[in-house]
């Protein structure tokens, strides 16, 4: 009983990869701080010229958004959790769409333009698609997936019947 217990705990460290990870999304995040400070300076746009004022919120929502993001993954990547990779991976998915639209709306403010988001956010899921990586996100006492698996579980959840536990109760009273 105690080595199925010592088998399910999970051991190992970080992988280094993923601290270059941690180091690229703290460039998006003080890239993303930037242009919320641009936008933030550029409020009189707002009262003065309704159209350019729709972009320049838009562009300083997005730039709240997408710190947000960015925070809450350094913050929960380091976990060996299999959760945290799918959030994180779909926040890169997001940021990378909001990137697409930043491009159409940029207006001279130093916001991520969407080449530098699609080579951040390539560089994160190479990072994220790495056997190691994913080696360290699978449970213990589960088997290791092919990617196309992982890409499944970024965009649909399966429901996971190991940790599914159901109760029947006897109507019968004795």
């Given amino acids: ?27 998006v995040l003080t890239r993303n701080l930037w242009s919320f400070i641009m ?8 009262l003065y010229n309704p159209d ?11 730039s709240i958004y997408i710190s947000y993001s960015t925070m809450l993954t350094m913050m929960t990547l380091q976990s060996a ?5 799918r959030a994180a991976a779909r ?3 997001v940021i990378g769409v909001m990137g ?3 491009e159409f709306l940029s207006i001279g403010t130093p916001v991520m333009l969407f080449r530098e988001t699609m080579i951040v956010v390539t560089i994160a899921y190479i990072i994220l698609f790495l056997p190691g990586v994913r080696k360290y996100y699978t ?6 997936k092919s990617i196309l698996a992982w890409i499944r579980y970024i965009l649909i959840k399966p429901k996971d019947w190991n940790y599914v536990y159901t109760f029947n109760y006897n109507k019968e009273k004795d």
Avoid: C, H
């Fill in 1 to 27: 009983m105690a080595v199925d217990f010592l088998k399910s705990q999970k051991t190992g460290k970080v992988p280094l990869v993923m601290y270059v990870l941690d180091v690229i999304l703290a460039i």
């Fill in 139 to 144: 449970p213990p006492l589960s088997e290791d």
């Fill in 100 to 102: 697409f639209v930043n």
């Fill in 39 to 46: 936008s933030i300076q550029s409020v009189k746009i707002i």
């Fill in 52 to 62: 350019q004022g729709i972009q320049y919120l838009y562009l300083l929502l997005s």
């Fill in 91 to 93: 926040r890169m998915l």
């Fill in 81 to 85: 959790k299999k959760e945290s990779w």
